[in-house]
């Protein structure tokens, strides 16, 4: 019920957001191209002291800045649903697994929030450099710069849920064993995920042309997904404690 409402929601302030900003980039497009910023009608402008960026400067500079606030608030708010209901999920998976009251239980959704976010600020930091000008510089060269901030966020992504599957031990031990079995375990760590991946993408698969061909499977296929998705996190965290032995 939690990924659930984790995807719904998600999704509607995706789209939601996505759309203002498609909007406020048109109208600063659409703005600029109806602009001569040919080479000579700039140097006439300076010359005769007329505004070079056309008639209504203040409006552009506006809608740029609401372009900003909408991005900023995109990203802000993702995150904050991602650490949220990420803690909750995973930490509900643990209480499937484990009996504890309710005091034990916040004191591990804690340590799982602590996890989240530490691994959240990491992917923050991956994403804040590929954005700077030089970076960005780089990838306007030779497009397959993108593929490293790729490759850095699904190692991350990989040590990730390596320490949310170790949150049973303290945080000196999900420390190292997080090492211990990305790296010396490698090969272990991934066959699980690789399985988890076999039994949710064809579903996923399914889930998408299900939705365009038919609206009575939809909501089976979307259950049968759902209680998958639970399964493999489950599995996932059994498979992950028994490397560490």
């Known amino acids: 019920f939690i990924q659930l409402i984790y995807i719904i929601s998600f999704v509607f302030f995706q789209i939601n957001y996505q759309i203002k900003i498609i909007e406020d980039s048109r109208e600063i497009m659409d703005y600029f191209q109806s602009l001569n910023l040919d080479e000579s009608q700039i140097m006439n402008d300076i010359e005769k002291k007329q505004e070079i960026l056309g008639n209504d400067p203040l409006a552009i500079y506006l809608k740029f800045k609401e372009l900003v606030k909408h991005i900023s608030v995109l990203i802000t708010i993702s995150i904050a649903m991602i650490l949220f209901f990420n803690t909750l999920l995973w930490g509900f998976s643990e209480r499937l697994l484990n ?19 530490v691994y959240l600020v990491l992917i923050g930091l991956v994403l804040l450099g590929v954005f700077q000008k030089p970076y960005l510089d780089l990838i306007s060269k030779n497009s397959a710069f993108l593929v490293i901030p790729i490759l850095l966020i699904l190692v991350i992504i990989y040590f990730m849920v390596i320490s949310l599957s170790l949150s049973n031990h303290r945080f000196l031990g999900i420390l190292k064993n997080t090492f211990y079995l990305g ?5 272990y760590s991934l066959g699980i995920y690789i399985l988890s991946l076999i039994i949710l993408l064809p579903q996923l698969l399914l ?13 089976i296929i979307l259950l049968i997904f759902f209680s998958s998705w639970v399964f493999c996190r489950i599995f996932t965290i059994i498979s992950i404690r028994r490397l560490v032995g």
């Open 183 to 187: 790296i010396r375990k490698a090969h």
């Open 207 to 219: 889930l998408l042309i299900s939705q365009r061909i038919s609206f009575i499977f939809f909501p």
């Open 99 to 117: 009996e504890m009251g309710i005091k034990m239980f916040f004191r591990h959704i804690l340590k799982l929030f602590l996890l989240n976010f």
